[in-house]
């Protein structure tokens, strides 16, 4: 299995453009997860779905972000429009639940100017 | 609701020294435990895990045992390298159907030679 890919590695953008993340999970895997890591707050969860269906989005920090899963096997985030706090490296994780843990991405790099 | 707590960091050690990072939970029912260490630029990967009271969970050279009567899963290992240099994460899942992971701040840990 590849893991979990994330795609862009890096991104730069400028302050109010649209941004979208992407996420492919492990076949499988049913429960997917955003989570953003920055030197100051450290590791944030933002949303996690659970079958496709949005379980938990109390982390999505204002309205300006999104995230969407249209199938089991793609996942992504936006930001529109983006801001420069919203620098950060944001990870996607999968599990197959039952305390098996997560399986995380590389991670998309995230520089907004 | 779960928590994890962490030592504060950064840790820093020379080589072949013994580690310890310390981690305390709090959590309802019967939660797994976890280990995430993160290098640099990477994504966090699972290092190792226990399921229930007085397991072991081990991997490559590094072990941690789930104490319930101490609420502690404490990582440890015997002789660290300068490849150990990374960032560790002490998780828990409560279960009872939630996939949830709750992270620990991270402890940041350098290897000197």
């Known amino acids: 299995d590849a893991g979990v890919i994330q795609s862009p590695r890096h991104e730069v953008t400028e302050m109010g453009q649209e941004v979208t993340l992407r996420c492919k999970p492990i076949?499988?895997?049913?429960?997917l997860f955003w989570y953003r890591q920055t030197m100051m707050r450290g590791l944030e969860l933002l949303i996690y779905f659970n079958n496709n269906v949005p379980i938990d989005d109390s982390g999505m920090p204002e309205d300006r972000f999104s995230a969407k899963m249209p199938n089991a096997s793609f996942s992504t985030l936006k930001i529109q429009p983006s801001e420069p706090r919203d620098s950060a490296v944001y990870f996607c994780?999968?599990?197959?639940?039952?305390?098996?843990?997560?399986?995380f991405g590389s991670g998309t790099r995230l520089t907004v100017v | 609701g779960d928590s994890v707590t962490q030592m504060e960091g950064p840790v820093t050690l020379s080589e072949e020294a013994c580690l310890t990072i310390?981690?305390?939970?709090?959590?309802?029912?019967?939660?797994?435990l976890f280990w995430y260490v993160q290098y640099p630029g990477e994504g966090l990967q699972l290092l190792l895990k226990a399921t229930k009271a007085d397991d072991k969970g081990s991997n490559k050279g590094f072990e941690a045992t789930y104490r319930k009567e101490t609420t502690s899963f404490h990582l440890e290992k015997g002789s660290v390298q300068v490849s150990d240099s990374a960032v560790y994460f002490c998780a828990l899942s409560s279960g009872a159907g939630s996939y949830q992971l709750t992270f620990g701040k991270g402890t940041k840990l350098s290897v000197i030679p």
């Open positions: 994780a999968s599990s197959s639940g039952a305390g098996g843990g997560y399986t």
């Open positions: 076949s499988g895997h049913n429960s």
């Open positions: 310390n981690c305390t939970y709090t959590a309802t029912g019967y939660p797994s």
